[in-house]
Antibody, heavy 127, light 110 residues
Framework: EVQLLESGGGLVQPGGSLRLSCAASGFTFSSFGMSWVRQAPGKGLEWVSIISGNSGSTDFADSVKGRFAISRDNSKNTLYLEMNSLRAEDTAVYFC????????????????????WGQGTMVTVSS | QSALTQPASVSGSPGQSITISCTGTSSDVGSSNLVSWYQQYPGKAPKLMIYEVTKRPSGVSNRFSGSKSGNTASLTISGLQAEDEADYYCCSYTGFSTFIFGGGTKLTVL
């Protein structure tokens, strides 16, 4: 079964740091880009960051650029989001999401969308 | 960059069809066919319903369809069912390895 499981959320003070993890299973993790998407309480979805399958490229939303870092360990099938200089407006449920696509017969094909999502982990920034 | 524009809410009766619009700019929705739609129930993770404007992932009902004209994409749900009541979000690739979501639309089945 294809699955993503986030962890690492919690309560942190403004200016603090937190590291989120996303454990993947059931698919060839290294073959797909991965993103983080967040949702503030009662609000809509906001794309946060993306990393390619081989970690060769990353990008960030302007709202987190310079404060957040994304990385992955393909040997552990795990995605990370390092969040620094946290602000109250970073309070949200953070979802990890897989780039669309599938592998078959040793080859993989992808499409630009998020086809698998984790259940989310809550990050609260408050004093 | 501001979120794509979606109506805050739409409603319809069982069996009817509804359409949710998603308006962006020539830099996002209008620049490619890389628009996707997601369904989200309260407290749950989003689910991919449409990708590349018109394509349905395996397992998604053919009652869901997508289209695009210029800078506006649309999601149509035909034969509305009670289980379709949820929030719906559009998403567009911006061409610079970044994405932008719509503000979301709450669908109420009357």
């Amino acid at each position: 079964e294809v699955q993503l499981l986030e962890s690492g959320g919690g309560l942190v003070q403004p200016g603090g740091s937190l590291r989120l993890s996303c454990a993947a299973s059931g698919f060839t993790f290294s073959s797909f880009g991965m993103s983080w998407v967040r949702q503030a309480p009662g609000k809509g979805l906001e794309w946060v960051s993306i990393i390619s399958g081989n970690s060769g490229s990353t990008d960030f939303a302007d709202s987190v650029k310079g404060r957040f870092a994304i990385s992955r360990d393909n040997s552990k099938n795990t995605l990370y989001l390092e969040m620094n200089s946290l602000r109250a407006e970073d309070t949200a449920v953070y979802f990890c999401a897989k780039e669309g696509g599938f592998c078959s017969g040793g080859s993989c094909s992808g499409f630009v969308a998020f086809d698998i999502w984790g259940q989310g982990t809550m990050v609260t920034v408050s004093s | 960059q501001s979120a794509l524009t979606q109506p805050a809410s739409v409603s319809g009766s069982p069996g009817q069809s509804i359409t949710i619009s998603c308006t962006g700019t020539s830099s996002d929705v209008g620049s490619s066919n890389l628009v996707s739609w997601y369904q989200q129930y309260p407290g749950k993770a989003p689910k991919l319903m449409i990708y590349e404007v018109t394509k349905r992932p395996s397992g998604v009902s053919n009652r869901f369809s997508g289209s695009k004209s210029g800078n506006t994409a649309s999601l149509t749900i035909s034969g509305l069912q009670a289980e379709d009541e949820a929030d719906y979000y559009c998403c567009s690739y911006t061409g610079f390895s970044t994405f932008i979501f719509g503000g979301g639309t709450k669908l109420t089945v009357l």
